[in-house]
């Protein structure tokens, strides 16, 4: 069982190229996570999945787009990327939706801006 | 809203007992979990508490308090490799909401 995957596992983009980061789960979780981490600020919440069809908007959603066409996959997309994306991005998922239940994480993607 | 407070570093030497500290201020609370995240690597559960009170998990302990908005993660005969960062992570109002987390180095 691989749990959460992420691909890449790194990548340099030019800004203003867009990009899609890919996560996929194998464990039937109902609900899914992106969440961006820089030093000093811990990991803030992009988007949610709290089921397959739906999607919510975290913390810091300006610049990314997420879809959820079925229950494993969870892609997050940067439309056009600029320098302060740059961050590491981890996907995350939860067997129960809402915030009360224990999150997996994938093992990250690293993103650099220029 | 959230707002969630922790230290930022954490120094302690192997074998001593380290508690890392933890308030929260949260609508629609639902309980506190512990991540540990090592240096380039994914964050990993840890513990969780919905009620008051003392969870133990062999070195590990977790402690909550609802009406004081309080936990803490207690980490016993500390190892170097406990060297890590600790993030508390609140379930209020159906998002999940992280500390920016307690860079604990455990030295000799």
């Known amino acids: 069982i691989a749990g959460i995957t992420q691909a890449p596992t790194s990548q340099i983009l030019a800004a203003g190229r867009r990009m899609t980061l890919r996560c996929t789960q194998d464990?039937?979780?109902?609900?899914m996570y992106w969440y961006r981490q820089d030093l000093g600020l811990g990991l803030r919440l992009i988007h949610y999945?709290?089921?397959?069809?739906?999607?919510g908007k975290g913390e810091v959603p300006d610049g990314y787009s997420v879809s959820r066409a079925n229950t494993d996959d969870f892609p997050l997309t940067l439309a056009s990327a600029v320098p302060s994306q740059t961050s590491v991005y981890f996907c995350?998922?939860?067997?129960?939706?809402?915030?009360?239940?224990?999150?997996?994480f994938g093992p990250g993607t690293r993103l650099t801006v220029l | 809203g959230q707002n969630i407070d922790q230290p930022t570093e954490m120094t302690a030497t192997e074998g001593a007992i380290v508690q890392i500290n933890c308030t929260y201020q949260?609508?629609?609370?639902?309980?506190l979990f512990w991540y540990q995240q090592h240096a380039g690597e994914a964050p990993t559960f840890l513990s969780y508490?919905?009620?008051?009170g003392l969870e133990e998990k062999g070195r590990f302990s977790s402690f909550l308090s609802r009406s004081k908005g309080y936990s803490y993660l207690l980490l016993k005969e500390l190892q170097m490799k406990d060297s890590a960062s600790y993030f508390c992570?609140?379930?209020?109002?159906?998002?999940?909401?992280f500390g920016r987390g307690t860079s604990l180095i455990v030295h000799p």
């Open positions: 995350a998922s939860s067997e129960l939706a809402g915030a009360t239940d224990t999150q997996y």
């Open positions: 464990m039937r979780h109902n609900a």
């Open positions: 999945s709290n089921t397959a069809g739906t999607t």
């Open positions: 949260t609508s629609g609370f639902n309980g």
């Open positions: 508490n919905v009620l008051d």
């Open positions: 992570a609140s379930g209020g109002s159906y998002i999940p909401t």
